[in-house]
């Protein structure tokens, strides 16, 4: 079983940058695959970007390419995700998943966190 916590979000202008984290309490989190997904009011919930297990391979969403970087330290059992030139398209609530593989599919993470609101104004 796998806990996420998720931090970070916040109002930013336009151009600006913010730095998300998901924390995770459980054992297997080294060995999930990772994902962050975004939701904005009256839209489906959308892939951000996947990384492995080990973070070798990451998979990114086009809207988000340049500009926003995944990353995860399994030691301290945290995920983080580096958003910089932020738009206002970007607005939506954070999420952060787990799975046991990386997929641009909801449906491939079992577990989920409560989310973090991110507003980028401009």
């Known amino acids: 079983q796998v806990q996420l916590v998720e931090s970070g979000g916040g109002l930013v202008q336009v151009g600006g940058s913010l730095r998300l984290s998901c924390a995770a309490s459980g054992r297997t989190f080294s060995t999930s695959a990772m994902g962050w997904f975004r939701q904005a009011p009256g839209k489906e919930r959308e892939f951000v970007v996947g990384i492995s297990w080990s973070g070798v391979t990451t998979y990114y969403a086009d809207s988000v390419k340049g500009r926003f970087t995944i990353s995860r330290d399994n030691a301290k059992n945290t995920m983080y995700l580096q958003m910089n030139s932020l738009k206002p398209e970007d607005t939506a609530v954070y999420y952060c998943?787990?799975?046991?593989?990386?997929?641009?599919?909801?449906?491939?993470?079992?577990?989920w966190g409560q989310g973090t609101q991110v507003t980028v104004s401009s």
């Open positions: 998943a787990a799975g046991p593989r990386a997929s641009y599919s909801t449906a491939t993470y079992a577990h």
